[in-house]
């Protein structure tokens, strides 16, 4: 027998002190024995077992705590199931426990008000029956009934919509039944007439003694104030009041026997198409809608009597549908819905649309995506490239380059990625389009950020990770002849853009086997021109140098491009100099990441330059390393020798005493 153990319920528990072979004692190891907390006796009577063979007594004094359930489900009092009994309780089904729950109200079966009622007689609730399954969604969705929706599907808002309906729902039927009673303009007793006739008798008050004026307005002002209530709301809840709303107007009818034009909030026939014009709340399965969802109405019109119908709607109801769509994943849908939708609320429906290249991608179609960045919906409205932000025009970069999009629904949500989609936009296609986009966009433009990202995507692999993460690649260098072709004709490529011009790029040099590094060194001029324009704008020059990668041919040939401007290279060098100071860390996480090949090849590339401002850079990144050794484990095996090679005459005096304490250090490493 093994030690005793003593829990602090004062439950006895005997555990085997022969644990060489747990498993395979275990079976018959165990007696469990059910006994009360407060019955000695039974405690007595239970320690007294004990199974011989493997001399053990187990002894639970403890009862299992009962959990909140159905009460269909409960251990302690039987269940008798039938289809749909509401008029008495079946056999002991009406019994409880004190965690029963109601299957119909969703609450404690003792709170239950329609418990044993009969005509309801929830206590014979259960979920294996239709019936009793419908009863439950109705109780627990409430007036969303009308709505068809699956009580999953409810959330806050919805709910919260539904509550504001229901309140209305009810002042509503109050007021249409007053007006369904009318207003007596005259009765018999209120006889005007001079000769003050018999009533009944009189041939003036006869003709009025019978009519009823039935006067509208409190109902038209009740329903105007709820709409604009609603318009306050959250589209999910908007679009739940507003489509109440019209559901319930539509079903009034006027008792009047007679026309009574008495004004177009007074009188039904005027003040109900009014309302439902300004709600303008077509069902899912409206005929306009449903061709226009399917594609088979790109404009959203239509003729019907010989007028003309549009899809036009408020912009709460657009709202909705536009969530509901992106919850279903009908991406397609929703941009056709988009694109032909029409509402008085221009600037809501435009950032709407500025979604429509982001649900493309999502859908798979990654070039049109590309393509509607630069699409105007109409003559007044600018293009959504407009109002990208660099965060936006960076994550449209990796989709198009990749094929894959973000899980979530948002820029924002980029943690987790959906890989391969769709086919990615070709090259050439790319760099036209993105680089029209910058041209388009003063603020991307300005923006290094934007350029670094372009340089990024262009020397990375079309493979993205699962957590959005790119894998850059080191491209071959073109020969010169190739790299003076696309140079010539870089100038009048890149002006064309800028006019928005449709550029055909020429075959001979961006459709050949050089078709990315010609995008490549395109995208290189586009960097060079917008350095010689808007410098004096950008943050910073770093991220942009670091973009290149392992590149160090293409980044070269940048520098060098910098080389005939004077001026903007010394501003260029300058902002490199302060981006090390306030930027150390980030270069410093790159470094261990590349390791010293890459640092000593960045080195040897400025100190390679005869410019003695681009050498400078080279003895600035130095310093970092020198300043950051404990950072820099690496240090150690940089190219020691290779560096030498640079103590020569060209370097300028400064610089050469700086290299040579740079390489003292790492000598003594």
């Known amino acids: 027998m093994g030690p005793e153990r003593e829990d602090s319920e004062g439950s006895v528990i005997l555990i085997s002190d022969d644990e060489t072979d747990t498993e395979a004692t275990l079976g018959n190891s165990v007696v469990l024995i059910e006994s009360s907390e407060n019955s000695d006796l039974e405690q007595k009577k239970s320690e007294e077992i004990v199974d011989e063979e493997s001399e053990l007594v187990v002894t639970f004094c403890k009862q299992g705590m009962v959990m909140?359930?159905?009460r269909h489900d409960c251990m302690t009092h039987p269940f008798e199931r039938t289809e749909s009994e509401t008029c008495i309780p079946v056999k002991q089904n009406s019994d409880m426990c004190g965690q029963c729950y109601c299957y119909v109200c969703d609450k404690l079966a003792s709170e239950c008000q329609y418990w044993m009622t009969s005509a309801s007689c929830h206590c014979n609730a259960h979920n294996k029956s239709r019936f009793w399954k419908d009863q439950r969604n109705f109780t627990l969705t409430g007036v969303l009934v009308i709505f068809n929706l699956e009580p999953t599907e409810i959330d806050t808002d919805l709910r919260h919509g539904g509550e504001l309906l229901f309140k209305f729902l009810r002042e509503l039927s109050i007021q249409y039944n007053n007006y369904l009673s009318g207003e007596i303009v005259l009765s018999l007793q209120d006889c005007v007439c001079p000769s003050k006739q018999t009533p009944g008798q009189c041939s003036v008050c006869s003709q009025f003694q019978n009519e009823v004026i039935y006067r509208y307005s409190d109902v038209f002002n009740l329903v105007s104030s709820f709409i604009n209530k609603a318009e306050k709301e959250k589209p999910k809840s908007a679009a739940v009041m507003l489509l109440g709303v019209a559901r319930e107007i539509a079903l009034h009818k006027d008792p009047a026997q007679s026309w009574q034009n008495l004004g177009p909030s007074e009188s039904l026939k005027l003040a109900v198409p009014f309302l439902m014009s300004s709600l303008n709340i077509p069902s899912w399965d409206h005929r306009l809608l449903t061709t226009v969802l399917r594609g088979q109405n790109v404009t959203g019109e239509q003729k019907k009597n010989g007028k003309k119908e549009f899809l036009?709607?408020?912009?709460?109801v657009i709202k909705?549908?536009?969530?509901?769509?992106?919850?279903?994943?009908?991406?397609?849908?929703?941009?056709?819905y988009l694109r032909a939708v029409k509402c008085n609320e221009g600037i809501g429906l435009r950032d709407l649309r500025d979604k429509i290249p982001f649900y493309l991608c999502k859908s798979g179609d990654f070039t049109s995506a590309a393509y509607s960045l630069l699409l105007p919906f109409n003559n007044l409205a600018c293009c959504t490239a407009c109002r990208l932000t660099p965060l936006q025009f960076e994550s449209y970069l990796k989709m198009f380059w990749t094929g894959s999009v973000p899980a979530g629904m948002d820029f924002h949500d980029s943690d987790e990625?959906?890989?391969?989609?769709g086919s990615p936009v070709k090259c050439c296609t790319l760099i036209k389009q993105v680089l029209r986009v910058l041209?388009?966009?003063q603020s991307l433009y300005r923006n290094s950020r934007c350029w670094s990202a372009l340089i990024t995507i262009l020397v990375s692999s079309p493979i993205l990770e699962q957590n959005g993460l790119l894998t850059t690649l080191t491209l071959r260098e073109p020969p010169p002849f190739f790299r003076q072709m696309v140079c010539d004709v870089s100038f009048g490529i890149l002006e064309e853009l800028r006019l928005k011009v449709n550029v055909s790029l020429p075959s001979d040099v961006f459709y050949g086997s050089l078709n990315l590094e010609a995008c490549f060194l395109l995208t290189i001029q586009a960097v060079l021109q917008m350095l010689l324009t808007d410098l004096p704008w950008l943050t910073s020059f770093l991220e942009i140098m670091l973009a290149f990668g392992k590149n160090f041919w293409a980044l070269k040939l940048f520098l060098e491009g910098l080389l005939s401007q004077m001026p903007v290279l010394h501003d260029v060098v300058s902002m490199i100099a302060r981006d090390l100071s306030y930027q150390k860390n980030t270069l410093l996480k790159l470094w261990q990441t590349l390791g010293p090949d890459y640092v000593g090849e960045l080195l040897c590339l400025f100190l390679s330059f005869r410019n003695s401002q681009l050498q400078s850079v080279g003895i600035y990144l130095s310093h970092v390393v020198i300043e950051?050794?404990?950072q820099c484990p690496w240090a150690?095996?940089?190219d020691v020798f290779r560096l030498k090679a640079f103590r020569r005459p060209h370097l300028?005096?400064?610089n050469y005493l700086q290299l040579n304490k740079f390489v003292s250090i790492l000598e003594n490493l």
């Open 68 to 70: 909140p359930h159905a």
């Open 312 to 316: 036009w709607e408020v912009l709460t």
């Open 320 to 336: 909705a549908r536009t969530e509901k769509m992106e919850t279903m994943g009908q991406y397609k849908e929703l941009v056709r």
């Open 417 to 421: 990625w959906i890989l391969n989609i």
């Open 439 to 441: 041209y388009s966009n």
């Open 628 to 630: 950051n050794l404990n």
């Open 636 to 638: 150690k095996s940089l």
């Open 652 to 654: 300028e005096t400064a």
